[in-house]
Each structure stands twice: as C-alpha cells, then as structure tokens.
C-alpha cells in the first residue's frame, strides 16, 4: 500500500508525526510537501497529491491544513477524489466503511497527533462495505461528471 501525503504550513507538524508513524508501521508512503513549515498555499499541495491518487500511483491520501477544511474543499475538486474531513474516529471509520473515500483529511490546529493517528489507522485498515453504499457512492460520482439524474 502506497500512501500519498500532503500538508501546507497549518497541517505541517501533523504530516511529519503520521510519516513517523507509517514507517513505524511499515506503510510506504509518498511525501508531496510541504518540506517546512513556512506558510505555502494549499490548493496545489491537494491537486499534486490528489492526482497521484486518481493517477493510480499512490492508493490513498491523507492530506492535512490547520483545520482540515481547506484542502478537503480542494481535494474533492479533483476528479475521482472523495475526500472527508474529520476530526472524530467514528467519522474517520465510516467514511470508508460508507463513502470508500479515497483521500482523509485532518486539522493540525483540531486535533491533537494522538487521536489524528487512531484516525489514520482505522482510515487505512477499514475496507469499503459495498452493497447499499456502492449506489449511494455511484451517485456522488454521477454529480461529479454531471450525469445524475436526481
Ligand atoms: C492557513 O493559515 C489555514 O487557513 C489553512 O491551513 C487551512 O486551515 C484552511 O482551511
């Protein structure tokens, strides 16, 4: 399993202690920046990171900014991403168990690296349950390449 990671400024301190922690866990992961924590735009960190991703060299992301909100907005901008912003282990837990979201997304200044790291683990070792949920995510793709028929 490759991971894609991303951070601006805000989200910079929490991509190094998750990089600490996969390779703790053994997960490879690709680093798409920032390599400071000097204050850097974080619409192109998502789009890099992302497109690795739908790109199909990388199989997840988990992407971070000060509150997380940021660049899960930009990251669902990018075609084939479902990107969810949480800050709760449920939350982390279900958006694969219900939404196969592809891409996490944390908070540096939310939450601290303790619960951000449950978070990761369960983000990354919960499979998608299919069935019921598999429509519901076909059609949040059909909204995306304009095709839903609400
Ligand atoms: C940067 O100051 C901050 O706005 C950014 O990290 C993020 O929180 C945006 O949503």
Redesign the pocket.
Known sequence: MMIALGA????FYLKEEIKKHLEERGIEYKDFGTYSPESID?AAIAYRTCNSVVGGECEKAILC???G???SMAANKVKGIRAACCSDYFSAKFTRLHNDANALCL?G?VVGAGLALEMVDVFLDTEFEGGRHQRRVDQIMAIQDGIFEG
């Open positions: 601006d400024h805000g989200g974080y900014c000060g509150t909100i940021g660049i908070g200044r």
